[in-house]
């Protein structure tokens, strides 16, 4: 089993069920039992039953029972081993294993861990007390960071050397490169990942240290944020920067806080509000949203949810359709992010949280807002507008809720409106627009306010891009921009590999291109294979560079073309034969175009 008996034994002996179980749902007392709702099935009145003196429960609705070891395995989707050694931890009992092979995989987890957390403490207490860290210390104060916040917060100060925490832990070198804290170098010497940053320690779901987001002072050199790179214990896909200290008040509160800045989520903290989390450098993800799930069913989103909520849009029904949750929207002053709110109007921080509105509500009060309402043209075509954003819901009970109020803000008949519903979709956008496409735009480019950013098929291209904001290792070197179909999708793939964050693409893109990173950044990673995917680029590239090098053949024939046209014809049937086989895939390059220098 891995672990002796007898220490399996002491661990349950040793667990506060109830305490367990509170920490995910809210338990009543019913005499001498513990009533909840069931965590593990959807259900409106309690048939979750503890007992906390024999440490059972036991659910009457989906009959789901056990004990705290069954329990956490089932809530945090742990292995037996790894819920023993998570309850362990907590009361502090060192286990012993039966087989010394079956614990090396979870000791080195915890050895990375441990290191992180090490690390932690070293960049605090280099905060708190170097001389270097003075110019740190005093911008954490401007922005309303106290002694005591730093501290509550563990946030540290990683120093402008090449090595110095490499040389200060006492750490192997597998174990500082396996837990993100550094690099081996060219020269072969160890290097700190962090540099001349303030460093942010992020902890997983039950408060183990997993890696670090950094940031630069204002006149600091590089990208503005930087996080640890992916390892086993720090996907940043599955992280969310403060969930460990947000989790039982978002229980409580049946109400989880979703930001983007680490400060903004003490922010919320010191406005009372201990239920926020950010994301850590990444859109909110799927998984987001399953962890999410399991504290509360009210997600609020206090971010500029302009630009990436209007591309999430169907990824946020689908979610609160299939997650059963409801998304909602803060409405937060232009420019002002809740960090800043939480300073200089706390009262205001809450009350926006208080109103956030659904999210259809929001999104169609955004295009209310921004219509002209004064001429009956400008009203006919923001109902229009308004509809366009209520269609995408897919449900009609609740479309037909916001008829009423687009018609009551444009003065049009309901029935009017109910017709727009009724009629099908209008074409997809990209073919009345047509500014990131090939050829001129065929009805001209409508008037900017009423732009809105066009949405990515589910094709291969689209596929490499999401790959490159999810998983860049994948991206080989010799991928180039040039073998994107669309210039819109070109100038997406550079924004990308120019950059080593998405925020500092987003931030250094045109507003059009920024709005479409934003959007595949709310997309999934690609469900295939990198290598397949990218095999697959190629495969459709070489294709098209047939096509373009036969067409040219005809015109002004030439051995080189031949030449071209002879290896391509053998090299792609290959590829297909292969399921697109990046090793084979690899041999497309050599005919391929390169990028115009
Ligand atoms: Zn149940």
């Known amino acids: 089993m891995g ?7 002491k661990v349950r002996d040793a667990t506060d069920l109830v305490q367990i179980i509170s920490g995910h749902l809210q338990l009543r007392k019913v005499g001498r039992r513990w009533q909840g709702l069931c965590p593990f099935h959807n259900e409106k009145s309690p048939s979750f039953s503890v007992n906390g003196e024999d440490g059972l429960y036991h659910c009457f609705g989906c009959q789901k029972s056990g004990d705290a070891i069954t329990f956490v395995r089932e809530i945090e989707h742990l292995d037996f081993v790894s819920a023993v050694e998570y309850l362990a931890r907590k009361s502090g009992i060192t286990l012993r294993y039966t087989d010394k092979d079956e614990g090396a995989g979870r000791r080195k987890r915890t050895q990375l861990h441990d290191a992180v957390d090490a690390a932690a403490n070293w960049y605090h207490d280099r905060l708190l007390t170097a001389p270097d860290a003075r110019e740190a210390r005093s911008y954490l104060r401007s922005r309303g960071l106290d002694g005591d916040m730093v501290r509550a917060y563990k946030i540290g100060w990683a120093p402008d050397g090449w090595d110095i925490l490499a040389q200060s832990l006492k750490v192997s070198r597998d174990v500082f490169v396996g837990a993100g804290l550094g690099f081996v170098n060219k020269r072969g010497r160890l290097q700190d990942h962090f540099r001349a940053r303030i460093v942010f320690p992020i902890f997983d779901v039950n408060g183990a240290a997993s890696g670090f987001g950094g940031r630069k002072l204002p006149e600091g050199e590089g990208p503005k944020y930087k996080n640890s790179s992916e390892s086993t214990i720090y996907a940043k896909s599955r992280l969310l920067y403060g969930l460990n200290w947000s989790k039982d008040e978002m229980v409580r509160a049946n109400e989880a806080i979703i930001c983007e800045g680490y400060t903004d989520v003490i922010g919320f903290a010191r406005a009372g509000m201990h239920r926020a989390v950010a994301t850590c450098g990444t859109a909110l993800t799927e998984d987001h949203v399953r962890m999410l799930k399991r504290f509360s069913q009210r997600l609020v989103l206090a971010f500029d949810a302009d630009a990436a909520g209007q591309a999430a849009a169907e990824r946020i029904y689908e979610w609160e359709r299939k997650y059963e949750v409801d998304v909602a929207v803060v409405r937060l002053p232009d420019g002002v992010d809740p960090a800043d709110l939480a300073r200089s109007d706390p009262e205001a921080l809450a009350a926006a949280v208080e109103e956030a509105q659904p999210f259809l509500g929001f999104r169609v009060q955004r295009v209310l807002d921004g219509g002209n309402l004064d001429s009956a043209e400008g009203r006919a075509r923001t109902a229009e507008q308004a509809m366009g954003v209520v269609r995408e819901h897919p449900s009609g009970l609740v479309r037909d809720q916001y008829v009423m109020q687009v018609a009551d803000a444009c003065r049009v008949e309901p029935d009017r409106l109910r017709q727009i519903l009724a009629a099908p979709a209008p074409p997809p956008q990209q073919e009345r627009r047509g500014n990131y496409n090939d050829g001129p735009p065929p009805y001209g480019e409508p008037p900017p306010e009423f732009a809105e950013p066009e949405s990515f098929d589910d094709d291969t291209e689209t596929q490499v891009l999401r790959l490159a904001i999810h998983r860049p290792e994948h991206i080989p070197p010799y991928l180039n921009a040039a073998m994107f179909r669309t210039s819109r999708n070109q100038q997406v793939f550079l924004a990308l590999i120019a950059h080593e964050t998405l925020h500092d693409a987003i931030a250094d893109a045109s507003p059009a291109i920024g709005a479409l990173l934003a959007q595949l950044a709310v997309l999934d990673e690609p469900d295939g294979e990198g290598p397949a995917i990218v095999g697959q680029l190629l495969y459709d590239s070489a294709r098209r560079e047939l096509g373009r090098l036969r067409g040219e053949a005809k015109h002004s024939p030439s051995p080189t073309i031949d030449k071209a046209i002879v290896g ?25 175009p390169t990028p115009r220098e």
Do not use: G, M, Y
């Open 568 to 592: 391509l014809q053998s090299l792609i049937p290959k590829v297909l034969d292969t399921n697109f086989d990046l090793a084979v895939a690899e041999e497309l390059v050599a005919w391929l």
């Open 3 to 9: 672990i002796e008996d007898e220490d399996i034994r």
